[in-house]
């Protein structure tokens, strides 16, 4: 595939920052648990929060395509980073992109397209990951003003650090996947509590936390689309997620590879480079054709 000459400038663009602002320090952050927030905000700054929104909500307009070859660059230099990016453009600021009211996209999109705001998804729970329709976390109406959240959130990406959530739950038990329905929560709501964030492998620049809802409300203006519609919101963008995470996955394999070949080639035993040894040859050429 030929890339196009704006696509070719993206994925430079990206690239230059990745190595520049996010490589020399992707290892002290990740050490540190550190969100990098300064970071975050100049690829804000950059349009690489936005990517998939129109120019008319403050979005880059870009396509697929040159998303795709950012968020390479993006985890080539710092996978935590890109999975923050991951999350917010594609299952952040997309939902309410596609199903909000006019309203509900004045008030968000524009600061989350320029990466004043980040955004989370919460779909999974404890006991409900890929099956979704498996949620505990309950909505009950409070009157005609809005809804009264109580439930669990788990593994959820920016938990702590983001500011506006997609959160889906169960609005009627009785209609099992049909009863799901979505909201807007704005991380500063009362009842909205961080309760821990996971101790994980990698990728500690990252937070992922368990949520709690305690009696939180939230007005029937943030209701995303209509009732019973969660399951069809989650479902139709987690599809555009996985594109971020593909991509993810390519960079951060780059990454790795190039670290690997440069140190087999300054690393010395029995008088000459590790990568002149056949076993670790064979290894590198391996991951270099798997990587491909």
């Known amino acids: 595939m030929k890339l196009s000459e704006q696509q070719r400038m993206i994925r430079d663009m990206a690239r230059d920052f990745a190595q520049e602002k996010l490589a020399p320090f992707a290892a002290l952050w990740d050490r ?15 349009g690489l929060l936005g990517m998939l929104l129109p120019e008319e909500w403050d979005g880059a307009g870009a396509d697929h395509v040159s998303y795709a070859l950012a968020l390479e660059e993006i985890a080539a230099g710092d996978a935590s980073c890109s999975t923050i990016m991951s999350v917010h453009n ?6 309410i992109y596609k199903f909000g009211t006019e309203e509900q996209k004045k008030r968000f999109l524009p600061e989350m397209a320029r990466g004043e705001k980040i955004g989370v998804f919460a779909l999974t729970e404890p006991q409900a990951g890929s099956d979704a329709a498996n949620l505990k976390t309950r909505a009950v109406k409070d009157g ?13 990406t920016s938990g702590r650090n983001g500011h506006v959530m997609i959160a889906f739950a169960v609005t009627d038990p009785a209609a099992g ?8 929560v704005p991380t500063d709501t009362p009842g909205y509590r961080v309760w821990r964030t996971e101790e ?6 990252s937070d992922t936390c368990q949520v709690l809802f305690e009696d939180m409300r939230i007005p029937v203006e943030l209701r995303l689309g209509e009732e019973g519609e969660g399951y069809r919101i989650a ?3 987690l599809e555009g ?37 056949q076993a670790v040859a064979f290894r590198v050429s391996m991951s270099a054709s798997r990587k491909a």
Do not use: D, W
Request: glycine fraction near 12%; proline fraction near 3%.
């Open 32 to 46: 540190e648990s550190r969100y990098p927030a300064e970071a975050i905000a100049e690829m804000g700054r950059l």
């Open 90 to 95: 594609s299952v952040g600021c997309m939902p």
């Open 144 to 156: 005609n003003s809005g809804y009264v959240l109580n439930g669990t959130k788990q593994f959820i």
């Open 177 to 184: 996947k049909k009863g799901i329905t979505a909201f807007i």
């Open 200 to 205: 994980k492998m990698g990728q500690h620049a």
């Open 235 to 237: 479902l139709s963008n």
């Open 241 to 277: 997620g996985r594109i971020g995470i593909a991509s993810q996955s390519v960079g951060m394999a780059r990454a790795a590879l190039g670290i690997a070949l440069s140190y087999a080639k300054e690393r010395t035993a029995f008088g000459k480079p590790i990568a002149q040894h």
